[in-house]
């Protein structure tokens, strides 16, 4: 574990949004593209003043090889009490370049703010996760007005090196096969506790798919560590064409990246066997997250 402190520095915000003639300002911190994860720390709020002193420590207790793996972004607000709060500026730091024996102070400027931020998930950090597919092709039925369907088996076998966000994690998988975000299209694998390399061999199978459904559906597989208060994403991936639509429409969980896309393709290239495939996991939003 490591403690990492961020003291704040004392900057002019000359010219920044002021209330009935006091400005008040305080410091958010993330870790990205963590943010989801590890949640945001920040400092108390400095009244009355242009040149807040925060002498604050934020602090976050993560493995060092994971941390090199984020970017710890620090944004400046006007705390408003009966409104919106006003955002100032911000400053980020790739923390995989960092010196973490560097003790001085540092002067950095802040910037506009950047409406997203361009990371590679987890990159060094080398998790994956073994993933079995197979589409069974189904008999016609007997009415000529039905058309003939399948079902998609998923095969959850195992993660590796699952990134520690608390000293013990206890990771399970949920299962989607979008755009359903329905209770009837979740299952889950059971939870295995305390380890950052679980072995689940569980199958989940979906009804009811027609092989022209498989270029609009994609299944969204998400890990999760589950603690007594709440369940935090750890990555996930999504299989499926990566078109970007799905029956027409624009959609934003259809981006399955090239891997992704490429064992998608092999399922459907290959009706009635297995095919598999290991796969970085990345950070996404859960799409019935998005759905609400």
């Known amino acids: 574990t490591l403690d990492k402190a961020a003291n ?11 209330v009935m003639g006091c400005s008040c300002k305080y410091v958010k911190s993330y870790l990205v593209p963590d943010k989801a994860n590890l949640g945001k720390r920040k ?11 925060f002498n604050e420590i934020l602090r976050y207790r993560v493995r060092m090889e994971y941390l090199r793996t984020q970017t710890l972004v620090l944004s400046v607000w006007h705390h408003d009490t009966f409104g919106r709060n006003s955002f100032l500026g911000e400053v980020d730091m790739d923390l995989s370049k960092w010196d973490s024996d560097h ?15 361009n990371f590679l ?23 000529k007005d039905v058309s003939s369907t399948g079902e998609i088996h998923v095969w959850v076998k195992e993660c590796k090196n699952l990134p520690l966000i608390r000293a013990t994690i206890d990771p399970y998988v949920k299962c989607f096969v979008l755009p359903d ?9 059971r939870v295995l506790r305390r380890t950052a390399d679980p072995v689940f061999n569980h199958t989940m199978v979906y009804d009811g798919i ?17 603690d007594r208060l709440a369940s935090s994403l750890l990555g996930g991936l999504r299989l499926g064409a990566g078109t970007g639509r799905s029956y027409g429409a624009l959609v934003d969980w259809m981006d399955s990246g090239p891997y992704e896309a490429a064992l998608w393709d092999r ?26």
């Open 43 to 53: 400092t108390s709020v400095k009244k009355k003043t242009l040149n807040p002193k």
């Open 210 to 226: 027609s092989e022209p459904d498989l270029a609009d559906v994609c299944v969204e597989l998400t890990v999760w560590d589950r």
């Open 103 to 117: 003790t001085q102070m540092n002067r950095l400027a802040l910037r506009a703010k950047v409406k997203t931020h």
């Open 181 to 189: 975000t329905s209770r009837k299209s979740r299952q889950k694998t």
């Open 267 to 292: 399922m459907i290239a290959s009706p009635n066997q297995w095919v598999e495939d290991v796969l970085p996991l990345r950070m996404l939003l859960s799409a019935r997250t998005a759905f609400r």
């Open 8 to 18: 704040y520095f004392n900057r002019d915000l000359v010219g920044e949004t002021f």
């Open 121 to 143: 998930p987890f990159a060094g950090f080398y998790n994956r996760s073994l993933f079995f597919l197979h589409f069974v092709r189904l008999l016609k039925g007997l009415r």
